[in-house]
């Protein structure tokens, strides 16, 4: 079952200088290309379509001041079952939750600032494809 999903590394990756550690995580998965690759500061527009469902939640506005903080690494993966399996190697949504072996587990402490952004479904990522790279949709 080959898809594609679409990958934020977000801020604090970029600060923190964990892009590549991230990236390598996911291109060592056998199979798996990335397909897309673009560091870009995103706008407030972008921005509230990727999080437009999470608009009136308390964490949805000091969310998008974090998401446009700084540039994110935006990257579309593409193989075997990868929309499950870059959510796996990411670990749930709170990294002190997040086993040790997961990207939020081993290098996350605080919700907001949970390093990986990825698609949670095949309807999700080919929205969000669409908002990150329009050409590629
Ligand atoms: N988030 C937050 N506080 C919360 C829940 C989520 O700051 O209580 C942030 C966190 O950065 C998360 C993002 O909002 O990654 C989107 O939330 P979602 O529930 O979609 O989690 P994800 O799919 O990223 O694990």
Known sequence: ??????????????????TGEIISRIERKA????????????????LEQHYGEHKGKPFYEPLVEFMASGPVVALIVEGERVIEGVRQLAGPTDPIAAAPGSIRGDFGVIVRE????????????????????????
């Open 1 to 18: 079952m080959t898809q594609r999903t679409l990958v934020l590394l977000k801020p604090d990756a970029v600060r923190r200088g964990l």
């Open 114 to 137: 949970n390093l990986i952004h990825a698609s949670d479904s095949e309807e999700s990522a080919e929205r969000e494809v669409k908002i990150f790279f329009p050409g590629r949709a």
């Open 31 to 46: 199979g798996w290309q990335i397909t897309a690759l673009e560091l870009r500061t995103l706008d407030q527009d972008t």
